[in-house]
């Protein structure tokens, strides 16, 4: 059942980075017919309004960073999505994958906290109050919660779309080999197994928002 989640090779060449440029191959060349493009209008509104949702609450410092999020997030559901494709494979059920888009990003984000205003970047790491035989033990508990954000952010990432796949491949399974002997049981595995795969759907698009929502939070700490 893990196979599925292999990078695929071609003449022992792994092609997950075929998979990773396949987002910058669906997007639309420019033409005059933007303006009366239906999915092309969608497609800007929806970005405005994720635009905003995102950038709003940062201050104007931050706000520079809404079209590197808007691109991430496209850029994360278009993989997200490819997964749910027959004969395809998800890069973003890679760690590997995930950590080399968080990590980079949330070490951006604490050397931007760090440079703009360190007292208040080192004063996350000590609460105000604090007793002074407890001063270091909470240094170290504040600074671990910190390094544990990236990998908090790709684990999230790989788990949500790891346990939806293996459990679609499971339901599948069950599908096929109980339609002989149990055709009426099968046909209600396959009515689950479409509810599923909308479920599915859905967790591809909220994962992929999360992932960003929780970068703009951290960068909204330290702008």
Same mark, same amino acid.
């Given at each position: 059942?893990?196979?599925?989640?292999?990078?695929?090779?071609?003449?022992?060449?792994?092609?997950?980075?075929?998979?990773?440029?396949?987002?910058?191959?669906?997007?639309?060349?420019? +033409?005059?017919?933007?303006?009366?493009?239906?999915?092309?209008?969608?497609?800007?509104?929806?970005?405005?309004?994720?635009?905003?949702?995102?950038?709003?609450?940062?201050?104007?410092?931050?706000?520079?960073?809404?079209?590197?999020?808007?691109?991430?997030?496209?850029?994360?559901?278009?993989?997200?999505?490819?997964?749910?494709?027959?004969?395809?494979?998800?890069?973003?059920?890679?760690?590997?994958?995930?950590?080399?888009?968080?990590?980079?990003?949330?070490?951006?984000? !604490?050397?931007?906290?760090?440079?703009?205003?360190?007292?208040?970047?080192?004063?996350?790491?000590?609460?105000?109050?604090?007793?002074?035989?407890?001063?270091?033990?909470?240094?170290?508990?504040?600074?671990?919660?910190?390094?544990?954000?990236?990998?908090?952010?790709?684990?999230?990432?790989?788990?949500?779309?790891?346990?939806?796949?293996?459990?679609?491949?499971?339901?599948?399974?069950? !599908?096929?080999?109980?339609?002989?002997?149990?055709?009426?049981?099968?046909?209600? +595995?396959?009515? !689950?197994?479409?509810?599923?795969?909308?479920?599915?759907?859905?967790?591809?698009?909220?994962?992929?928002?999360?992932? !960003?929502?929780?970068?703009?939070?951290?960068?909204?700490?330290?702008?």
């Amino acid at each position: 059942y893990f196979d599925q989640f292999l990078s695929p090779t071609l003449l022992g060449i792994p092609l997950i980075a075929l998979a990773l440029l396949l987002p910058w191959v669906l997007l639309p060349k420019p +033409a005059k017919q933007w303006t009366l493009n239906r999915f092309l209008t969608l497609q800007s509104r929806f970005v405005r309004l994720f635009t905003y949702q995102i950038a709003f609450p940062i201050n104007i410092p931050g706000q520079k960073w809404a079209m590197m999020f808007m691109t991430l997030m496209l850029f994360l559901i278009t993989l997200n999505m490819l997964g749910l494709l027959p004969y395809t494979f998800t890069p973003t059920t890679q760690l590997s994958v995930n950590m080399a888009l968080a990590f980079p990003l949330w070490l951006a984000t !604490v050397i931007i906290g760090f440079r703009n205003q360190p007292t208040h970047a080192l004063g996350h790491l000590l609460p105000e109050g604090t007793p002074t035989l407890l001063i270091p033990i909470l240094i170290i508990i504040e600074t671990i919660s910190l390094m544990i954000r990236p990998i908090a952010l790709g684990v999230r990432l790989t788990a949500n779309l790891t346990a939806g796949h293996l459990l679609i491949q499971l339901i599948a399974t069950a !599908v096929f080999v109980l339609l002989p002997i149990m055709p009426m049981t099968a046909i209600t +595995a396959w009515v !689950v197994l479409i509810l599923l795969t909308l479920l599915e759907i859905a967790v591809a698009m909220i994962q992929a928002y999360v992932f !960003v929502l929780l970068l703009s939070l951290y960068l909204q700490e330290n702008v």
